[in-house]
């Protein structure tokens, strides 16, 4: 058996396969949503007034477009009211001959880097009624369209700096339109910014910290505050210890040293038989009574008819002398 008779089967099955498909596009062109080469199964195609091929698949309930479906020389492609989502880089891939994109009406937050690049003639693009906060400059990274209208209207835009930046970016590109703030902090007009367009605040536009930027910050500035807490306790500690519990003790020591000595002072001066007075503190007027001072008067003992004591000395011992003689 030559190779010709073992190819023969493999080149019938091929056959086969190749007629089959070619009776099912002929007789049902429709695979799924989409019908190969001519018009997506739930749009309508045809020309307009000027002679331009328009894809009109308002209101179809799609979550994609439906690339691989729509002809190539399509010039405006029209997605209202739909359910998309997001675009990707393949989106519109192949359509190099739009001229206009209207997905307005739909449910769009996301969209990859470089989505609209391979349109050269691009010259607008509807986004009205979708769900974008932000409009990031990657969204039209590798265009190759010279410049396109943007138009922006009823999405929550969050109006900071970043979309400042981002729209200064793009600017060359991309002229927008419509856009209106739905949040944002403004210039003295903290917090929400609703129904302010974009133009109209623009130049109050400054930084916004994003959350954790602000948590960090009040987080380390409660830990400064805290440190220079502890610094302050600390130093009035240490000087609270230095200038007045050491002086007490110091005061204290000096107190006991004198109380010491005057003891001891006193304790010699009985012993050899001195006997001094104290002298009183410079402005005190008390006087100081010791038992030196006391005398004896005979008169005031005959006053009051009591009979007279015998005279005190400091040495404890009385002093000998006879009684007087009253019967005289």
């Known amino acids: 058996?030559?190779?010709?008779?073992?190819?023969?089967?493999?080149?019938?099955?091929?056959?086969?396969?190749?007629?089959?498909?070619?009776?099912?596009?002929?007789?049902?062109?429709?695979?799924?949503?989409?019908t190969f080469g001519t018009c997506p199964n739930k749009c309508t195609c045809g020309d307009d007034s000027d002679g331009k091929m328009v894809i009109d698949c308002t209101g179809s309930d799609y979550d994609y477009i439906p690339t691989t479906s729509i002809p190539c020389s399509a010039k405006k492609l029209l997605f209202i009211n739909n359910n998309l989502q997001k675009l990707t880089r393949m989106s519109f891939i192949g359509l190099r001959e739009l001229e206009e994109i209207d997905l307005s009406g739909n449910y769009i937050s996301h969209i990859e880097p470089e989505s609209f690049a391979g349109m050269p003639h691009l010259t607008r693009i509807n986004l009205v009624r979708n769900d974008l906060s932000t409009l990031e400059s990657w969204y039209f990274r590798a265009v190759s369209f010279e410049h396109a209208t943007l138009s922006l209207d009823g999405n929550p835009f969050y109006c900071d700096e970043d979309l400042k930046e981002n729209i200064d970016l793009i600017k060359d590109k991309v002229t927008v339109g419509g856009l209106i703030c739905a949040g944002g902090e403004i210039w003295r007009i903290l917090g929400k910014v609703r129904g302010r367009t974009y133009e109209d605040v623009e130049s109050q536009i400054r930084k916004n910290f994003e959350s954790w930027e602000i948590a960090l910050l009040t987080i380390s500035s409660f830990i400064l505050l805290v440190i220079i807490l502890g610094v302050i306790f600390v130093v009035y500690r240490v000087k609270t210890s230095d200038y007045t519990t050491g002086e007490i003790i110091r005061g204290t020591n000096r107190r006991d040293s004198n109380i010491r000595k005057s003891y001891q002072g006193d304790e010699d001066d009985r012993q050899n038989g001195i006997h001094s007075r104290p002298q009183s503190a410079p402005g005190n007027r008390k006087i100081e009574i010791r038992s030196e001072d006391h005398y004896y008067d005979e008169d005031d003992d005959a006053m009051f008819g009591g009979n007279p004591q015998p005279p005190y000395s400091d040495s404890g011992s009385e002093r000998p002398q006879s009684p007087p003689d009253r019967r005289s």
């Open 1 to 34: 058996m030559n190779s010709r008779t073992r190819d023969k089967p493999s080149s019938i099955l091929l056959y086969l396969s190749s007629l089959v498909i070619f009776i099912i596009l002929q007789f049902n062109p429709t695979f799924g949503d989409v």
